[in-house]
């Protein structure tokens, strides 16, 4: 009779606890018990260990599956945050790239209209000058900007340039027949 009441005092209480609520109380689970038992008889008892039946075991180990399962979802989401951050860094980069290249475009059309604005001016205040002279003395100036700036540079240590006469005919050449294309990509667009 004693050990039917004491199963049914733990039945009665147990199952409204959590696990760790059951391990802090268990003083108060005895308690119960022994409030029971002290109306069938007196005696003292001490709960000192709490054994776990096979199915009470079972649904410990179901406990730490799902925090298994858990941490394995946890680390499915951070993956996938990781994709997406490495997507939009991309993302991002061809962005940059893009606009970078809108902006050399700008750049070397704003160029080239300036350069034409200069020989046509000019040439119009300048008697006796072609456009084709004027653009050789614009190339020329340019030419030894470059070397300039080159030379002034702590950057660079070393800079093979050819240099003579013929060369800075066919620089100029070069940028020329370069203006020429640029000019009749903007007349046939």
Not at 56 to 67: D, K, Y
Not at 107 to 114: L, M, N, W, Y
Request: include cysteine.
């Amino acid at each position: 009779m004693p050990a039917l009441v004491e199963i049914i005092v733990v039945r009665a209480h147990v199952p409204r606890m959590t696990l760790d609520e059951l391990f802090e109380q268990k003083g108060d689970v005895a308690k119960a018990v022994l409030e029971e038992l002290e109306k069938v008889l007196i005696t003292s008892i001490l709960v000192t260990s709490i054994l776990f039946s096979v199915m009470g075991t079972h649904s410990l180990n179901c406990s730490f599956l799902i925090a298994a399962q858990r941490l394995q979802l946890a680390s499915v989401y951070k993956g996938e945050a990781e994709k997406v951050l490495m997507v939009k860094k991309a993302e991002a980069e061809a962005e940059a790239k893009y606009l970078s290249g809108v902006g050399v475009a700008k750049q070397r059309q704003a160029i080239t209209d300036g350069l034409r604005e200069n020989i046509v001016n000019f040439s119009n205040t300048v008697s006796g000058t072609s456009a084709k002279e004027v653009m050789d003395l614009i190339m020329v100036t340019q030419y030894f900007d470059t070397i300039k700036e080159l030379g002034n540079s702590s950057k660079n240590t070393t800079v093979f340039i050819p240099h003579g006469p013929g060369h800075v005919r066919d620089v100029t050449d070069q940028i020329r027949n370069g203006m020429m294309e640029a000019s009749s990509n903007l007349v046939g667009n």
